[in-house]
Structures are given as C-alpha cells and as structure tokens.
C-alpha cells in the first residue's frame, strides 16, 4: 500500500478547512486538528488524519452531535462529571481536562470524568496537556467494545487506554498505550494496506486465532463475537488476565464513576455514549516540584544508561520517541496511506472542498 508524503502545515491548514465545513468554528476545528496531527507527529498513524473519515461517519450516522452543549451535571472543588450529550470527542476532553489543571493549581488535584461523549483522539494528548503546565497528567477512555476478556469470545470492553505525563528533563516522561494488544485503529491500518494481522492480536467469532483484519472489524460492528485480546493476549499463562485488568481501570475512571454508558453498550447504531477519565496532580503538594522533577529525570537517565542486551545499542524511556518523531515529521513530513487520502476525497467531495488547493498534486 503507496503512502504519499504530506507536510505538516498543508495537512494543517486542510484539516481546519474540513472541520470548519463540517460546520465547526475555527476554535472548535483548531482543537480537533491539533489532537489528530500531534498523533500523527508522534508516529501514531492510527489516530491521525487517518480517523477524520471516522468522525465523519459519526456524524452522519448521529453518534455525534455537532453544537452539542456540555453540561457540569456534579462538581467539587476537585472533582466534576461532565455530559458531553453527544458532542465531540476532542472538544470535550480539552475542555474537560482544562477543567482538572485548574482545580490542581486551585487545590493541588483536579478529578474529572465524561459521560455521553465521542471518540477523542489519543489519551496522552490530555495528559501532556497538564504536563504541559507543570502538573502530573493522566487520562483514560473506554470506546466500543472490541476487548475480548481472558477466555471469552465476545468483546466486551473497550481498547480502553490510559496514559500519563510527568514533566522531565530532557524528554517529559510520556506513557499512553491501550489495554488491548493493538487498537483498533491499527486492525485499520492493516485492513487498508490489506496484510494479514500478526498471530496474537484477534480471535475470530468462535474465539480462534485471527488473522482477516476486514473480518475481524466486521465481527465487532455486527456484535458477532471475536475481537482484539488484552494486553498479554489470550491466556493467564502471559498475563493476559491483566491487560483485562488494565482495561476495567480505565472503564472505572471513565463510565462508571461518570455513571456513563460502559464499553459494551457504547457506539451502538446512533448511540455514541463514549466516557473519558482525567486527572491533574501539582507536584507541589509532594514537595519541591523542581526538586522532584530534577530526581524523575536523573532517574530516566539511569534507565536510559542501563547495561544493554546482547545485540541492543539503546534504551528508551517513554515519550523519547514521540519527540524524536515529532522532529523527524516535522522535517521530512506526514505519510499518508492512499486509501486515507480516498476518505479525505470523498469528504472533500461532500463538503465541497478543493483538497489539491491545499495538499497539493497528490503523489506516491
């Protein structure tokens, strides 16, 4: 599958002009730009430009609601519930997550949680929202269920994933990955290019290894069972009971402490109902936040002088590679898949927007 090399402030600026024809405000199409494009910085292909066509699927099918107004239905001075009736995904995690940086300066901890919301993107692009301003960050999401649990054969819960951000020197320390082995954004991926998915990833409607990506996604729109299996896979032999673990965190941070819809019974026909978790934590509450940031990235650089492996030359910490891949993009530019830039077609089709005015002769 030919992908095409885009820059980054042409793939900007078309974005805002799709989103705006959508019908969002240049505000509202600047904050969902950001979060698919700093995806894409971050080498995370699957919650780039490559979902635009997913949000606009939701609009047309009513899962999202474009003027949705958010409501605060229960607030403390460290804690809300936000519902999102429907709106979206992007809008209302920077809203909500702006809401927890400004309780942690307040009262050193902001709690918040969504209900009724859409997909929103990639977690850590909230967390580092508060790492961004000095503050621990960690957010969560559930989705529609594609998780199947150890030892069964029906997903039930979502890709469900969690990230946190801490501020260091020199890389803020940056972890956001889902609780199933992939997301379902990645059985995307595949499916367009049309590879097989590796062993290990899915089990089919009869719980079975799978390996047919269009089968796959077919299965868990339709509710036919099979699905993504947690992190650590099928079996308790490799822990696959506690990516299952890992995935109720997020749905008890996410739909149940919003009293939300939980990962089965969101994205159903024109029900989106999808629920986020956010939390900002000041340092100052602990001590010195220079001080503990000074002793995380001394720390960090322990890791990263570890002894190596036989045959290995490095060792990451989490967040060096997104920075590093946010330079390198930045540079040589974005690839895009051919068939994302067919979606991108077709909408531009729709809402009458010229894409080669903006992107350019398309080439592969």
Same mark, same amino acid.
């Given at each position: 599958?030919?992908y095409?090399?885009l ?12 989103f705006?024809k959508? %019908? ?5 199409? #600047?904050?969902?730009t950001d ?8 080498g995370?292909?699957?919650?780039? +430009? ?13 899962r999202?609601i474009? %003027?949705?107004?958010?409501?605060i239905v229960?607030?403390?001075p ?14 209302l995690g ?5 809401l ?6 307040k009262? %050193?901890i902001?709690?918040?949680t ?14 580092? +929202? ?10 969560c ?10 030892y069964?054969?029906m997903? +039930?819960?979502?890709s469900n ?6 501020p260091?020197?020199?890389y803020?320390?940056?972890f ?7 997301t379902?954004g ?17 089990? =089919?409607a009869?719980g ?5 990506a269009?089968?796959?996604?077919a299965?868990i ?13 099928s079996?308790?032999?490799l ?5 299952? %673990?890992?995935?109720m965190?997020a ?14 019974h969101?994205n159903?026909?024109?029900? #989106? ?8 934590i =000041?340092?100052s509450?602990? #001590? ?12 960090l650089?322990?890791l990263r ?10 060792i ?6 997104e ?5 390198r993009? +930045?540079?040589?530019g ?8 067919k ?5 531009c089709?729709?809402y009458?927007v010229?894409m080669?005015?903006?992107l350019g002769?398309i080439t592969?």
């Amino acid at each position: 599958m030919a992908y095409a090399i885009l820059k980054y402030e042409a793939l900007k600026n078309f974005s805002l002009a799709v989103f705006e024809k959508m %019908g969002y405000t240049p505000d509202e199409a #600047g904050i969902i730009t950001d979060v698919l494009l700093t995806s894409d910085l971050y080498g995370i292909e699957s919650h780039g +430009m490559q979902r635009m066509v997913r949000y606009y699927k939701s609009i047309k099918n009513g899962r999202l609601i474009l %003027g949705a107004q958010k409501e605060i239905v229960h607030e403390t001075p460290i804690s809300a519930v936000i519902d999102g009736h429907n709106g979206t995904g992007q809008l209302l995690g920077h809203y909500a997550m702006s809401l927890a940086i400004e309780k942690a300066k307040k009262s %050193g901890i902001g709690i918040v949680t969504v209900r009724n919301s859409n997909h929103y993107g990639i977690a850590g692009y909230y967390a580092k +929202m508060a790492c961004k301003e000095g503050l621990m960050g960690f957010s969560c999401t559930n989705s529609e269920a594609i998780m199947v649990p150890t030892y069964s054969r029906m997903a +039930m819960i979502g890709s469900n994933p969690i990230a946190v951000a801490f501020p260091a020197e020199p890389y803020d320390f940056l972890f956001d990955a889902s609780t199933t082995v992939v997301t379902r954004g990645k059985v995307e991926v595949y499916n367009k290019k049309g590879a097989p998915l590796p062993e290990g990833w899915t089990v =089919d409607a009869n719980g079975n290894v799978g390996t047919d990506a269009a089968d796959i996604l077919a299965n868990i729109e339709q509710k036919k069972g099979g699905g993504i299996l947690p992190l650590g896979g099928s079996t308790e032999l490799l822990g696959g009971h506690k990516g299952y %673990g890992y995935g109720m965190l997020a749905e008890i941070f996410s739909s149940i402490l919003s009293l939300g819809l939980t990962s089965n019974h969101t994205n159903i026909g024109s029900v #989106g109902g999808t629920c986020h978790g956010f939390a900002a934590i =000041d340092p100052s509450i602990f #001590g010195d936040p220079e001080e503990i940031k000074k002793h995380f990235s001394a720390f960090l650089q322990e890791l990263r002088e570890a002894p190596k492996a036989e045959g290995q030359t490095r060792i990451y910490t989490h967040g060096e590679k997104e920075a590093e891949a946010v330079d390198r993009i +930045m540079r040589d530019g974005i690839p895009v898949n051919e068939n994302t830039i067919k979606e991108m077609a077709l909408i531009c089709d729709e809402y009458g927007v010229d894409m080669e005015k903006y992107l350019g002769k398309i080439t592969y």
